[in-house]
């Protein structure tokens, strides 16, 4: 009976033995999983001309945002024509001149925004600089050109006039004069690069937006989509009111609207995206575009050109590049295409989800 009693009770210390090592180790998965969770890192900053701000998860989650920062702190000395040594400058001032050679970022910008120009049925163009410094938007001192001054500077808009060549890495503007402006495509590209930095760094999730540009990284965790809000277009800039909600599980928003960058004289409203085939701010009933796409810079891109182009023209460019948008009116009517329509919810009464016609 001894025997049979001792055999038993190693058994059952075996068995105790081994549940007892499942619950710790679930624990332990419990705890790691709840820590990861749980905490989060949050800031705000001023990059690219606008304000960036970032919520990142996961036990690297403020080593992840600290490098999303300085990620596009670089992108901005790459390509931003106002900094004197950044390449996009240097292409500028070596207009008709010289070739520069490009960092990989900037190849890459300059090859989607020369591929959407030729595509958008010339509703965007990266060498819309000659025209956009005459009106100032970026400055104090707005301004309307004159006739003659943009009629002066329109020859000098003209993608062609840029050549690359990716084997070797450069870039060549032809035409002495002209110049590019690559403001239609910045914002989202911090967001890549952004989103670059949480993987790179082991971040579990989460979402940057800088200034109209909004990135998500990872599925949250209790599994729901990320809802990023649509500012009420007829709120200006210096309110934040939304009007719609878009859920998303990852990827990037880009909206460009008519608020951005605008001024008014004699009772007339000029805003900053203008038409590149004549120089002046687009007329459109459409005061606000978001585009939905899984690269940021191609988000933003599109975003200026289905502006200019309108609710149906843009169609057939959404369609080629795989992206969802959002349009609203004048009215208040809000048009949303086929692919992301269900996912769009009006948080604003004032706001109607319209019928494409």
């Known amino acids: 009976m001894n025997k049979i009693g001792n055999k038993n009770s190693l058994k ?16 332990l998965v419990i705890f790691d ?11 705000a900053n001023i990059a690219m001309g606008t304000y960036v701000q970032q919520t990142v998860y996961g036990k690297n989650s403020e080593e992840a945002a600290n490098a999303a920062i300085v990620s596009i702190q670089n992108l901005e000395k790459l390509i931003s024509w106002r900094i004197d040594d950044s390449e996009i400058a240097k292409i500028n001032k070596g207009s008709g ?14 090859l989607k925004s020369v591929d959407v120009s030729k595509r958008s049925a010339d509703s965007y163009d990266l060498t819309i600089l000659p025209v956009s410094k005459l009106w100032n938007f970026d400055g104090e001192d707005k301004r309307i050109p004159s006739t003659t001054e943009i009629e002066s500077n329109l020859p000098l808009v003209n993608y062609n006039f840029l050549k690359i060549n990716e084997d070797v890495k450069r870039a060549k503007l032809v035409k002495e004069g002209s110049g590019i402006d690559l403001g239609a495509a910045g914002k ?6 952004a989103i670059e930095a949480y993987k790179n760094k082991g971040a579990e999730y989460g979402i940057v937006a800088v200034g109209g540009s909004v990135g998500v990284f990872g599925r949250k965790s209790n599994k729901v989509p990320w809802r990023i809000a649509i500012r009420d277009p007829f709120k200006g800039m210096e309110q934040s009111e939304g009007m719609a909600v878009v859920k998303i599980y990852e990827g990037f928003i ?9 001024f008014e004289k004699d009772g007339i409203k000029y805003h900053h995206i203008l038409n590149p085939q004549t120089g002046y701010p687009v007329e459109t009933d459409i005061v606000s575009v978001s585009v939905v796409h899984d690269n940021g810079t ?8 289905c502006y200019v182009l309108g609710k149906e023209k843009s169609l057939k460019l959404l369609d080629y590049y795989n992206a969802q948008a959002i349009f609203t009116d004048k009215d208040k ?25």
């Open 254 to 262: 880009s909206t460009s609207g008519s608020y951005e960058k605008c």
């Open 12 to 27: 059952a210390y075996i068995i105790l033995f081994t549940i007892l090592i499942v619950i710790i180790t679930t624990l």
């Open 298 to 305: 191609m988000s933003d891109l599109l975003a200026t050109a």
């Open 33 to 43: 999983r709840v820590d990861r969770i749980e905490k989060s890192f949050s800031n």
């Open 333 to 357: 009517n809000v048009y949303a295409t086929d692919g992301i329509r269900d996912s769009v919810i009006i948080t604003n009464e004032e706001f109607r989800m319209s019928d494409w016609k």
């Open 97 to 110: 001149k010289e070739w520069v050679d490009l960092d990989d970022i900037t190849l890459d910008v300059l």
């Open 188 to 193: 989202g590209t911090a967001c890549d690069v």
